[in-house]
């Protein structure tokens, strides 16, 4: 069950997958939707704007450490958490 700031990074996600109508999940692998690496600089961009945090990472970086939407979700979190 997700909490209330991945149900937010899911629907970021959800702008910029190509889904099928599947359901998202924290599980849920970033090429499995199609997301590549222009998509991916957009969903970081939008969670840096909405969270006020600086996700430092050339896009290489993004794709090596961000496999699924658990990992965008808790990378997110710990910065968050830094700033706090």
């Not at 149900?7 to 099928?20: M, R």
């Given at each position: 069950?997700?909490?209330?700031?991945a149900?937010?990074?899911?629907?970021?996600?959800?702008?910029?997958?190509?889904?099928?109508?599947?359901e998202?999940?924290?599980?849920?692998?970033?090429?499995a939707?199609?997301?590549?690496?222009?998509?991916l600089?957009?969903?970081?961009f939008?969670?840096?704007?909405?969270?006020?945090?600086?996700?430092?990472?050339?896009?290489?970086?993004?794709?090596?450490?961000?496999?699924?939407?658990g990992?965008?979700?808790e990378?997110?979190?710990?910065l968050?958490?830094?700033?706090?």
């Open positions: 069950m997700a909490d209330q700031l149900t937010e990074i899911i629907d970021k996600i959800k702008a910029h997958a190509e889904t099928g109508g599947e998202i999940t924290l599980d849920t692998e970033l090429t939707l199609g997301i590549h690496s222009l998509e600089t957009e969903i970081i939008d969670l840096e704007e909405e969270y006020g945090i600086e996700i430092e990472m050339n896009t290489a970086d993004a794709w090596s450490s961000l496999k699924n939407v990992d965008m979700v990378a997110v979190r710990a968050i958490a830094q700033k706090a």
